[in-house]
């Protein structure tokens, strides 16, 4: 009787098999630019490499120094409070016109709720809405800035169950 033959394990043949396209798997896409170039369509231009970055950290650093001035009620009723304050920057880093305040997407101006009550929900959100904008004229003026954030919309939100943590 013979022996049937070892097949033996050919580690070229399977890398050879490896790097070989299937016969029938479909022809990647070139990367190579197809046509003319067009113009830009962003309705906004874009930033430079680099200056989101600064902006993005010179934003967080605002936030944080703002929110180390605030002085949030901390009591029980109060933490669920959220405010969303909005404003703008001069040139010399002051504050230009109103800081907006809002608790759940409603406008609260200062004074606007009357407060006889200092534990009733509407003392609560005014306390909180007039001590964020408080805390956003204190800070003023902002220096050290990239140039990007003045004349713009500043959004900052203060959580007071993280700031009361």
């Known amino acids: 009787m013979t022996k049937p033959a070892e097949k033996s394990f050919d580690l070229d043949?399977?890398?050879?098999?490896?790097t070989r396209p299937a016969r029938n798997a479909p022809q990647r896409p070139s990367a190579a630019p197809k046509g003319p170039t067009r113009a830009e369509t962003a309705p906004v231009a874009r930033q430079t490499a680099g200056t989101g970055l600064a902006t993005g950290a010179a934003l967080e650093?605002?936030?944080?120094?703002?929110?180390?001035?605030?002085?949030?009620?901390?009591?029980l009723s109060a933490r669920?409070?959220?405010?969303?304050?909005?404003?703008?920057l001069g040139i010399g880093g002051n504050v230009m016109g109103e800081v907006l305040t809002q608790?759940?997407?409603?406008?609260?101006r200062r004074g606007q709720m009357e407060c006889t009550n200092s534990n009733t929900r509407e003392c609560i959100v005014q306390s909180a809405a007039d001590r964020a904008a408080?805390?956003?004229h204190a800070a003023a003026p902002f220096r050290?800035?990239?140039?990007?954030?003045y004349g713009q919309r500043i959004v900052v939100n203060f959580n007071a169950?993280?700031?009361c943590a």
């Open 61 to 75: 650093g605002l936030a944080e120094d703002l929110q180390r001035r605030w002085n949030p009620n901390c009591s």
């Open 80 to 88: 669920n409070v959220v405010v969303k304050t909005t404003f703008q």
């Open 103 to 108: 608790v759940q997407d409603q406008t609260v």
């Open 13 to 18: 043949a399977l890398s050879a098999s490896l």
């Open 144 to 149: 050290g800035l990239p140039r990007e954030l």
């Open 161 to 163: 169950r993280e700031a």
């Open 134 to 136: 408080a805390a956003v």
